[in-house]
Structures are given as structure tokens and as C-alpha cells.
């Protein structure tokens, strides 16, 4: 049976940092992918990590402040997030997919993590 399992998030000040992880069981995916979502708005793609040769991939939105890694051995996967902005409040979840479909789309992964809430408040 296939489990994203997140953790990590937490209440964080502003200009903060954060690493959610990610652990995986029961498959190794092609690419694993961080997603974010507040209320009322659509799932929206972060980072994703090439399983094979650790490739990554970022919305523009994110790159400088987010890096996104894997630990093999753990079938792991990591969100690193710095200079946190109250914008960057939301809940986030990892997703695993295949070689299927857009790899910054929801609709391109197969599983899903239950999520973690990040919020930047002073």
C-alpha cells in the first residue's frame, strides 16, 4: 500500500525557516512533488524532485526561498523553506506521481499526502 506521510509544519515568523519532509512507502516514484492550497483557492504546484538523478523543478513563484531534496535511503523527501512570507501560509502537501502527464499539474500525480500546515504570522 502506497503512504505520503508529511510533517514539519508549524506556526512560523516571518523571514523564518521550515523543513517539511515527506516520507514515502510502498513504491518509489518517478517524480515526488510539493504542492500548497488555501482556502478557497486551487492546489498550487511548488517544487518537484526527479527520483532517478535528483533533478528539481520550482514555480517561479518560490525559487530562491524553497529548495526541494530527497534522501534515497529514507525514500524521503524534503521542502526547505526560507525568508518565509505570510503569503507562503498554507497547507502543503507532497504528491508522488509516474512519468504520466504535466509534472507541475495536481492532475499529474497519482498520491497524495493528508498535508501540512505552514502558517507565517507574527
Known amino acids: 500500500q502506497v503512504q505520503l506521510v508529511e510533517s514539519g509544519g508549524g506556526l512560523v515568523q516571518p523571514g523564518g525557516s521550515l523543513r517539511l519532509s515527506c516520507a514515502a512507502s510502498?513504491?518509489?516514484?518517478?517524480?515526488m512533488g510539493w504542492f500548497r492550497q488555501t482556502p478557497g483557492k486551487e492546489r498550487e504546484f511548488v517544487a518537484a524532485?526527479?527520483?532517478?538523478?535528483?533533478?528539481?523543478y520550482y514555480a517561479d513563484s518560490v525559487e530562491g526561498r524553497f529548495t526541494i531534496s530527497r534522501d534515497n535511503a529514507k525514500n524521503t523527501v524534503y521542502l526547505q523553506i526560507s525568508s518565509l512570507k505570510p503569503e507562503d501560509t498554507a497547507a502543503y502537501y507532497c504528491?508522488?506521481?509516474?512519468?504520466?502527464?504535466?509534472?507541475?499539474?495536481?492532475?499529474?500525480?497519482?498520491?497524495w499526502g493528508q498535508g501540512t500546515q505552514v502558517t507565517v504570522s507574527s
Open positions: 504528491a508522488g506521481r509516474w512519468n504520466i502527464g504535466v509534472l507541475n499539474s495536481p492532475l499529474g500525480y497519482a498520491y
Open positions: 510502498g513504491r518509489t516514484f518517478y517524480d
Open positions: 524532485i526527479r527520483w532517478s538523478n535528483g533533478y528539481t
